[in-house]
C-alpha cells in the first residue's frame, strides 16, 4: 500500500491543523494506523495510531485531548485533526500502516512497514 500524507503548514500556537494520510491501491481495513513525528536530531516519535480493527485508538501523553485520530467511511483516509497546537508540536509528521502490527507493538516504529513521505508542521509562539 502506497501512503500520502498531506495538510501540514505554518500555524500559530492555539491554532488547528487536520492531517490527511490517504491510501492508494486499497483501503486501510485490517491495518494499523499510525501517526509519528520527527524533529531534526531527535528520533521519530509515536503520535496517534489505530489498531487493525479500527475500534482502538492510542495517543502519546502530550497530544491527548488535543489530537484526535479519525478514518473516513470508505477507509482510504486516515485524518489526525490537531486542536491548540504548541510550538513543541512543530516536526514532520509520517503515515504508517501494516496489516500485522498488534496492540503491544502499536507505538513502535519498526512495527510499521509502509510509510507516507511527511508534512511539515510548523508552530509558531
Known amino acids: 500500500v502506497q501512503l500520502q500524507a498531506s495538510g501540514g503548514g505554518l500555524v500559530q500556537a492555539g491554532g488547528s491543523l487536520r492531517l490527511s494520510c490517504a491510501a492508494s491501491?486499497?483501503?486501510?481495513?485490517?491495518?494499523?494506523v499510525g501517526w509519528f513525528r520527527q524533529t531534526p536530531g531527535k528520533e521519530r516519535e509515536f503520535v496517534a495510531a489505530?489498531?487493525?480493527?479500527?475500534?482502538?485508538?492510542y495517543y502519546t501523553d502530550s497530544v491527548k485531548g488535543r489530537f484526535t485520530i479519525s478514518r473516513d467511511n470508505a477507509q482510504n483516509t486516515v485524518y489526525l485533526q490537531m486542536n491548540n497546537l504548541k510550538p513543541e508540536d512543530t516536526a514532520v509528521y509520517y503515515c504508517?500502516?501494516?496489516?500485522?502490527?498488534?496492540?503491544?507493538?502499536?507505538?513502535?516504529?519498526?512495527?510499521?512497514?509502509?510509510w507516507g513521505q511527511g508534512t511539515q508542521v510548523t508552530v509558531s509562539s
Open positions: 491501491g486499497r483501503t486501510f481495513r485490517g491495518y494499523a
Open positions: 504508517a500502516a501494516d496489516p500485522n502490527t498488534i496492540m503491544s507493538t502499536i507505538r513502535r516504529i519498526n512495527a510499521y512497514d509502509y
Open positions: 489505530f489498531s487493525r480493527t479500527g475500534g482502538y485508538t
